[in-house]
């Protein structure tokens, strides 16, 4: 933005890694998060809303050290540490510790909210940016989170992403493979970030370093190759026959297939079996999965949750939950790619229509006055249509009648309220239908009713 004050010329842009939205896509973003909501409240889910800040301890306590890297974190005038929340499940384990303990389990929360991140922006990864996600609270079991699952892959489906693919591993299983193995919490925690960046090569050498890791030989091998197991439900039969012998990994395993067929009874389709899920957060316990776009690319990864205990390590009861959170920006990516491949070619057979096949306009009515005696009534006729609801648009510029039409038709309204002399003197106004053309004289006062049916 260029700003000119006082004669000199001063420039500010927006913060590295923000944006601005301005109508056309705020307009796609509330439609997008209206059907989630919908989604959302259709599962019995109800919203809550925490501080844009926290205090830095919430997050640095429990959630892993890739999130600490990426505080916005800042001390108050009174020296007090906080940090712009980097995501919400631990500003709702604390909203549940500080005011929800007593109320009737499960509890279903969702929200919708910005969250700060100091990461290096690129195309879909920002230093804000919005997650719309759910947290269920004390229903830790296969039933819960198989409905939580459903419940993603039902808000893919309303908004047509088809192409969006469900990786789901169960964290229980590497977790008790690494107690087999004497492995400490540390070390598990650094392998698990190696995991979850995804870089094979990397992981491979850093499993085999010895300063870094010194890992059992089996173990390394038993890891490369379980990392690798991806595909539909008889992956659960290989990492049976890999890892099924130690008797903890093989009671993961169970759990993993109880799971996957509560899935099926909640009639989710489109799941693939991923044991190289590893999550970048500390907290999972049990069930974890992330969404992908592929056509996304590098940012493909549309969401992420799983089940965790975040509750008694902040000290509280054990609360088992499950939860999850779309990235809100990268799901508007997706959508805004498949409806603008959509209406090109729409517009291939319907020039200038949106795919629903009419132009869309935010204002119905647009009231002009052609003489300066009618102003004031024009502005009382819009007043009293937006009081019953209608959006209307009144003229505020004094623009002679070729600017009002041109006005008029800019908006894209359905109806054109005219008033000049003649209105004035027989309390009626000239109605034009933008649409159709067609133009009558109907009588002020029964106004309302005239557009009752628009
Ligand atoms: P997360 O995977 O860190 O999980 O974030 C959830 C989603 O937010 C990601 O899948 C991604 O789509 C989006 N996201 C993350 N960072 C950025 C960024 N810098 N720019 C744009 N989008 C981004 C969580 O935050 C967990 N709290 C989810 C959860 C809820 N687990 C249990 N309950």
Redesign the pocket.
């Known amino acids: 933005m260029i700003l000119y004050l006082f004669g000199d010329l001063m420039e500010f842009s927006k913060p590295r890694g923000t944006r601005d939205f301005l109508f056309e896509e705020m307009r796609e973003r509330k439609k997008v998060e209206n059907i989630l909501r919908k989604v959302f409240e259709n599962y019995g889910y109800g919203e809550i809303k925490t501080p844009l800040f926290e205090e830095l301890s919430l997050f640095t306590t429990k959630s892993g050290e890739q999130i600490v890297e990426q505080l916005y974190n800042f001390k108050d005038k009174s020296g007090r540490e906080l940090t712009l929340r980097p995501?919400?499940?631990a500003p709702i384990a604390r909203v549940y510790l500080n005011e929800l303990q007593k109320t009737a389990k499960p509890l279903k929360l969702y929200y919708f909210g910005s969250c700060f991140?100091y990461?290096r922006p690129q195309k879909?990864?920002?230093r804000q940016?919005w997650?719309l996600?759910c947290?269920l609270i004390g229903a830790k079991s296969p039933e819960g989170e198989a409905e939580i699952i459903a419940m993603a892959e039902e808000s893919l489906n309303r908004l047509g992403l088809n192409e969006a693919e469900i990786h789901i591993n169960h964290l229980g299983i590497i977790r008790e493979l690494f107690k087999e193995f004497g492995i400490n919490k540390d070390i598990q925690e650094k392998i698990m970030i190696l995991i979850d960046k995804g870089n094979k090569e990397l992981l491979v050498e850093s499993l085999n370093n010895k300063e870094k890791f010194d890992l059992d030989k089996d173990l390394i091998d038993i890891l490369i190759k379980i990392l690798n197991l991806i595909g539909g439900d008889e992956v659960l039969h290989e990492a049976h026959q890999l890892i099924g012998n130690y008797l903890g990994v093989s009671n993961e395993l169970s759990n993993f297939t109880k799971f996957i067929a509560r899935l099926k009874s909640f009639n989710v389709k489109n799941y693939t079996i991923n044991c190289s899920v590893a999550r970048?957060?500390d907290y999972y316990t049990g069930i974890v999965f992330?969404i992908y776009i592929p056509s996304l690319g590098a940012q493909k990864?549309?969401?992420?949750?799983?089940s965790?205990n975040l509750i008694e390590l902040f000290g509280g009861e054990g609360i088992e939950s499950t939860?999850?959170?779309?990235?809100f920006?990268?799901l508007m990516n997706a959508y805004q790619t498949l409806n603008s491949a959509n209406s090109k070619s729409n517009s291939r057979s319907n020039p200038g229509l949106n795919n629903e096949g009419n132009e869309e306009s935010v204002v119905d009515i647009y009231v002009a006055a052609i003489c300066d005696d009618a102003r004031s009534k024009s502005f009382e006729i819009a007043q009293n249509l937006r009081a019953n609801d209608y959006s209307v648009e009144v003229d505020l510029s004094r623009r002679k009648f070729k600017k009002l039409m041109n006005a008029a038709n800019k908006l894209n309204v359905k109806f054109m309220i005219i008033l000049g002399e003649d209105e004035l003197l027989s309390a009626k106004v000239t109605i034009k239908n933008m649409g159709t053309g067609n133009q009558e004289l109907v009588k002020i006062e029964d106004l309302n009713s005239y557009f009752k049916d628009l």
Do not use: M, P, S
């Open positions: 995501e919400l499940t991140r990461e879909g990864r920002f940016f997650q996600g947290e970048g957060l992330e990864q549309v969401a992420g949750g799983g965790y939860g999850f959170a779309f990235g920006d990268r």
